[in-house]
């Protein structure tokens, strides 16, 4: 006895082909949403790693990072000076960048250290006010694929890097002015005080802040910077310590130098 032939109604086959239509349909939008979460989620992650290492690095005073110098393409550095206490006293700008050529690591963290604001007594004896309206450098990660290492990292996921070192104090102005006409005896013994310690706190803590800004691409117009931005702020406990170097135009380079704390017996 013959079997009947059966096959697939042309009913069949056109709601088959519709299904595996709609489903490409799916996967085509859906893709480039899910390949941009993926790039986000890797860039997030990278920033996150940078963050850590380089507030470790300016806040510890590191000396000994001399890779930093395959990694960092440029420093855009903005400072004066100026003499206090003369009249008309001498002020001092420069306005530098740095690229490629960086003799060690040492001397990118010293660059990346220069504080918003510093008193200081100069080798003349004279006192000084230093500031730095604008520091920020250009890298290349540190973390991510090991393809895209020296000498290979032309391809390499790059930001700029934004710091600020600011002395730290949790006193108000008017907490510390103690030369406000008319004040009852304690309330200036307790502004003097305060004032007192705040002038401690000023030379002895400082808050840092690194700001992130990525991704960095060339244009034709020059470098350009995407709009993603992540701050990372910590406090710091110790002293600025100065010094130059006999070249990058024989700018000063500010180190921290970390309290040391011991539990006494």
Known sequence: MALP???????????????????????????????QVQKQNREDTIIQQEGAFWIEAIRSGAQGLDYLTNLVDV????????VLG???????????????????????VGLLSLPKLLFYTNERG??????SRSTFAFVRAIAGSAIEKVPKNDFAFAYRITTELVPFSPLAGFNTNFNVPNLPPAEWEARSNAFLRATLLRQNAYELKVTFAWPVYQSRTGVRVGNNRKTFRTLVGGALWRTNVNYLQQRELFFIQPSQFTVGQ
């Open 5 to 35: 032939n059966s096959a697939f109604t042309m009913v069949e086959i056109a709601i088959c082909i519709a299904i595996i239509a709609f489903a490409l349909v799916a996967i085509i939008g859906v893709l480039p949403t899910g390949l």
């Open 126 to 131: 004279q006192s000084m006010l230093f500031k």
């Open 75 to 82: 420093i855009h550095t903005e400072t004066f000076s100026q």
């Open 86 to 108: 003369q009249p008309g006293g001498t002020l001092t700008m420069a306005d530098a960048t740095y690229g490629q050529g960086f003799r060690n690591g040492r001397d990118i």
